[in-house]
């Protein structure tokens, strides 16, 4: 049974600190999303790759927040420094090239005081 | 700009029917997707429409018109397990065929 795994599960940090967040997408999917979800943004999209190139940050704060796949296997969600309006759950998703479904993961819920 | 609209919650009875709806107004348009999260779990991928009409899916239907940006969920016989919210979300042409644009999801109760 194929599934995006994401760690930590659960991650609490003072303000300040460094995050990082890690996705295994799927084996054979080529792209790979990462979102944020918040009671009052609604699930926003960060940033998303393909073939591990990145295709579009333009939903990422560029100052504090950073995507990286370093390769097909791991894709990474760094925050430094961090702040409270940071705290959210963080998804990645992954789908393949004729794909229409996107399969997230579980999650990183962050929270930062 | 890019805008989805939903209901913010709706109630509904066990065993009976509800449709969800969803207007949206994209750069772009490559396709129509609903999503079902249940309360502390990812989402998972419920339906997907790029031509008008009616996809049916065993007890959920979704139904597409381009022309008016408009969807519907629409849930049949339903069960509590239901009880979750309904995400739609658009992939705008612009940005590629997986970009999605979501909704802020409607959180849908079935009482018994």
């Known amino acids: 049974d194929a599934r995006v795994t994401q760690t930590p599960r659960h991650k609490v940090t003072e303000m300040g600190q460094e995050v990082t967040m890690r996705c295994q997408p799927i084996l054979g999917h080529n792209t790979v999303f990462w979102y944020r979800q918040t009671m009052m943004q609604g699930l926003e999209l960060l940033a998303y790759f393909r073939n591990r190139a990145p295709l579009d940050d333009s939903g990422m704060p560029k100052d504090r927040f950073s995507a990286e796949m370093p390769d097909a296997t791991l894709a990474t969600l760094k925050i430094q420094p961090s702040e409270p309006r940071d705290s959210a759950v963080y998804f990645c998703?992954?789908?393949?090239?004729?794909?229409?479904?996107?399969?997230f993961g579980p999650g990183t819920r962050l929270t930062v005081t | 700009g890019q805008n989805i609209d939903q209901p913010t919650e709706m109630t509904a009875t066990e065993g009976a029917i509800v449709q969800i709806n969803c207007t949206y107004q994209?750069?772009?348009?490559?396709?129509l997707f609903w999503y079902q999260q249940h309360a502390g779990e990812a989402p998972t991928f419920l339906s997907y429409n790029v031509l008008d009409g009616l996809e049916e899916k065993g007890r959920f239907s979704s139904f597409l018109s381009r022309s008016k940006g408009y969807s519907y969920l629409l849930l049949k016989e339903l069960q509590m397990k239901d009880s979750a919210s309904y995400l739609c979300?658009?992939?705008?042409?612009?940005?590629?065929?997986?970009?999605?644009?979501f909704g802020a999801g409607t959180r849908l109760a079935v009482h018994p």
């Open positions: 979300a658009v992939s705008p042409f612009s940005g590629g065929y997986n970009k999605l644009i």
């Open positions: 994209t750069s772009g348009f490559n396709g």
């Open positions: 998703a992954s789908t393949g090239t004729r794909d229409y479904e996107q399969y």
